[in-house]
């Protein structure tokens, strides 16, 4: 069984519990410190849950049928150890393509993980999600310039690339 299939220990349980009891608690101590940012916090965050709401069912649809319709073999040759620059050109497309928010690539790159991709190009595509959109470089070409976009452009790039194999060494060494 792979490590991603396997349940929760009680202690990452208890762990996660916790760290949720935080958060509400300190949630909280804001909100009655600051009583006039209650109406701002809680209309946002009602927002936000209505938005997941309606939006995270459908992707947990997807992510089940790319756990089905997608072989194990082709996203180990695309994304796995072996790949190489392909994959992570490769992660750095598929992170840049969709227009969605954050949250839901994190259920895309678990699926991806647990089917053998890299790490790294995890990190890469969940970076490239976060830093580098299609429609987002278009709106920099027309405000801000060819120049900034394409430097900016360059820079974010490399600084991923460089981030998602220094964290996979990081975890490689971590575990060995």
């Known amino acids: 069984m792979k490590q991603s ?18 958060s509400l608690a300190f949630t909280i101590v804001l909100l ?40 194990n073999e082709m996203v180990i040759k695309l994304l796995g150890k072996t790949s190489g620059i392909k994959g992570i050109g490769l992660s750095l497309l598929l992170g840049a393509l969709p227009t969605g928010p954050l949250y839901v690539a994190f259920p895309l790159a678990a699926a991806l993980i647990s089917k053998g991709a890299r790490v790294s190009n995890m990190i890469i595509f ?34 991923v690339i460089i981030m998602g194999v220094s964290i996979e060494k990081i975890m490689e060494s971590k575990v060995t």
């Open 32 to 71: 009655v410190i600051f009583p006039n940012r209650q109406t701002a916090v809680i209309k946002s965050s009602r927002q936000i849950f209505m938005e997941m709401i309606v939006i995270l069912p459908a992707v947990m649809l997807l992510i089940g049928f790319f756990a089905v319709w997608v072989p």
């Open 5 to 22: 299939q396997k349940p929760k220990p009680r202690k990452e349980t208890i762990k996660s519990w916790l760290f949720f009891a935080a």
């Open 126 to 159: 969940l970076s490239a999600w976060a830093c580098i959109k299609i429609p987002q470089e278009m709106v920099e070409l027309q405000f801000l310039g060819a120049r900034f976009m394409a430097l900016r452009l360059g820079l974010t790039i490399v600084f």
